[in-house]
C-alpha cells in the first residue's frame, strides 16, 4: 500500500515557475515507477510525465517536454515535477500516481494522490 500527498500547486504569472512534490509513505516506494498527470475543468485526465523506479528513466508529454522536468528521491519517498515557462493552458489539477511501470495510460497506475490546484494567468 502506497499513500501518496502532493504539495506546491498554486497561482503563477505565465512564464513562471512552480515545484510540485508528491510525498509517499510505504518502504516500497523505491520499487515503483511514478507518473504525474493533470485535468482541466471539463477536459479528461491528461498524462504530463513518468518516471522509472531509478530514475534513470522519464518519459514527457509533447506538451510539456523541455518545460517540465520529473525526478525523484528515493532516500526521501518523494517524486517532483519542475515546472518552467508555464502557459495558461498548464491550468489543472495535478496529480501524483504510482505503478508498476512507467505508463502514459492512467488506468495502468495503482495508487493516486489527491491533486494539487496549479493555476497560470495570462
Known amino acids: 500500500q502506497v499513500q501518496l500527498v502532493e504539495s506546491g500547486g498554486g497561482l503563477v504569472q505565465a512564464g513562471g515557475s512552480l515545484r510540485l512534490s508528491c510525498a509517499a509513505s510505504?518502504?516500497?516506494?523505491?520499487?515503483?515507477?511514478m507518473g504525474w498527470f493533470r485535468q482541466a475543468p471539463g477536459k479528461e485526465r491528461e498524462f504530463v510525465a513518468t518516471i522509472n523506479w531509478s530514475g534513470g528513466s522519464t518519459y514527457y508529454a509533447s506538451s510539456v517536454k523541455g518545460r517540465f522536468t520529473i525526478s525523484r528521491g528515493n532516500a526521501k519517498n518523494t517524486v517532483y515535477l519542475q515546472m518552467n515557462s508555464l502557459k495558461p493552458e498548464d491550468t489543472a489539477i495535478y496529480y501524483c500516481?504510482?505503478?508498476?511501470?512507467?505508463?502514459?495510460?492512467?488506468?495502468?497506475?495503482?495508487?493516486w494522490g489527491q491533486g494539487t490546484q496549479v493555476t497560470v494567468s495570462s
Open positions: 510505504g518502504r516500497t516506494f523505491s520499487s515503483y515507477a
Open positions: 500516481a504510482a505503478g508498476p511501470q512507467t505508463q502514459t495510460a492512467w488506468h495502468f497506475y495503482d495508487y
